[in-house]
């Protein structure tokens, strides 16, 4: 199901996938830097759980922020991963839109391109089907950070009980994949994880229809 949305004005210096043939070579081993299904089993059990506010006593999680608009709201817990750096997990609950809807137009990333001034470029690298793809990104930080590059591999799945789930997770090799250079100050992002799922709220009003977006991120 498609989202009626209005794309408005391309960000700057912003690069489409036409042109991402001239990169690729076909039959790479990008594919051996998908995350096990131990990991995947892992990030599922972990997206499943969705506190209520503050994180349940004894957990790792602790609220970091908590937000509210109209027709959303929005709430972020963090705990301890490496080096100094935390995981996030946030809980965004949205009315007047469906998960389909939702899915649908979050992983359009073409039309991303178009609505997110911080995209610089986008590069799809390799599609091997079966909604796994190996991605380029370049985008802007507030100055003074250099401009952030991430190549990943993406997988989506769908599950009739539990709703949408796309994770994405950085590659540190794909020999046959040649990846952009770009002039300039940069930093490439070596270590990276997204985990998303998103599924309908069934105890929404059917007319008011209710989505929750649940995400973990870390970098």
Not at 100 to 113: E, G, H, K, W
Not at 131 to 142: A, D, I, S, T, V
Not at 179 to 185: A, D, E, M, W
Request: aromatic share 10%; with cysteine.
């Amino acid at each position: 199901m498609e989202m009626d949305v209005d794309e408005g004005k391309p960000g700057p210096s912003i690069n489409s996938v036409t042109n991402s043939k001239e990169r690729v070579t076909s039959n790479s081993d990008w594919e051996n830097n998908l995350i096990t299904e131990e990991d995947t089993d892992e990030l599922k059990a972990q997206l499943m759980e969705v506190p209520d506010g503050e994180a349940p006593e004894g957990s790792e999680w602790e609220l970091f922020l908590q937000r509210e608009a109209p027709n959303l709201t929005y709430t972020v817990w963090k705990r301890p991963w490496k080096n100094g750096l935390n995981t996030y997990k946030s809980a965004t609950l949205m009315t007047g839109v469906t998960a389909p809807q939702l899915f649908s137009f979050q992983s359009d990333d073409a039309l991303r391109c178009k609505w997110d001034g911080n995209v610089l470029e986008y590069v799809k690298l390799a599609d091997e089907g079966e909604h796994k793809e190996l991605q380029y990104w370049r985008c802007k930080y507030p100055c003074p950070m250099a401009v952030r590059e991430y190549v990943y591999a993406k997988q989506s799945f769908y599950e009739e009980s539990t709703g949408f789930f796309s994770i994405s997770n950085s590659v540190e090799s794909a020999t046959d994949i040649e990846v952009p250079t770009r002039p300039g100050r940069s930093h490439r992002v070596s270590s990276y994880l997204t985990a998303t799922r998103i599924f309908d709220k069934t105890d929404a009003d059917a007319s008011h229809p209710q989505v929750m977006l649940v995400q973990i991120c870390q970098e």
